[in-house]
Structure formats: C-alpha cells, structure tokens
C-alpha cells in the first residue's frame, strides 16, 4: 500500500519561501500523477499544481510564478513555494491519482504566512 507524508510547513513572513516534501512509501508501479493541494480556513480545498509520471508540470494561475513541482527518482514530489504571501496561508496536501485505483492523500501540512 502507497502512503503519502508531507512535511516543511511552518510559519514565515510575507515574502519568504517554503518547500514542501511529499514523500511516498511503497511501490508506485505505471503511470501516475501527483498532485497539491491546499484548504484555507474556511473554503474549499482548491489544486495548487500536478506533476505527471512523464515530469510534466501544471500549476494554477493564481499561483503561477511564484511556486513549482518537482520530483525525485523515487517518486517523491515537491512544492517550492517562494514569495509567499498571506493569502497562501493553508493547510497542503499531496495527492496520489493512478488509472484503476482509489487515490491517496496524505495528512497534510500547514503553512502560514503572516508577519
């Protein structure tokens, strides 16, 4: 069974920048996408980006720019998130999504923005 475990949340300033893991334990056989995601206080949890099997990267407009996915050879997938800003403020999921297969989240991790 695949879990996923995200980490390096925490607290900065407007302006700084975070990096985000999501480590995958467990065999991830064929394609797959990852993804994150992220639920403010309050609202819906929205999708911030994905990454393909294939390396292929999208992140959403609102913010594009400012933050990146990126992978390792073992699968494990990261948020580069730079110029944060308040409205960042979240808490950040990683998700799992493979054809035939329930997908996975991990527990998520918080991120805050604020001086």
């Known amino acids: 069974q695949v879990r996923l475990v995200e980490s390096g949340g925490g607290l900065v300033q407007p302006g700084g920048s975070l990096k985000l893991s999501c480590v995958v334990s467990g065999t991830i056989v064929g394609t797959y996408q990852m993804s994150w995601h992220r639920q403010a206080l309050g609202k819906q949890r929205e999708l911030v980006g994905t990454i393909s099997s294939s390396g292929t990267t999208n992140i959403v407009d609102s913010v594009k720019g400012r933050f990146s996915i990126s992978r390792d050879n073992a699968k494990n997938s990261y948020l580069q998130m730079n110029n944060l800003i308040p409205e960042d403020t979240a808490l950040y999921y990683c998700?799992?999504?493979?054809?035939?297969?329930?997908?996975?989240w991990g527990q998520g991790t918080q991120v805050t923005v604020s001086s």
């Open positions: 998700h799992l999504a493979r054809p035939g297969r329930p997908g996975e």
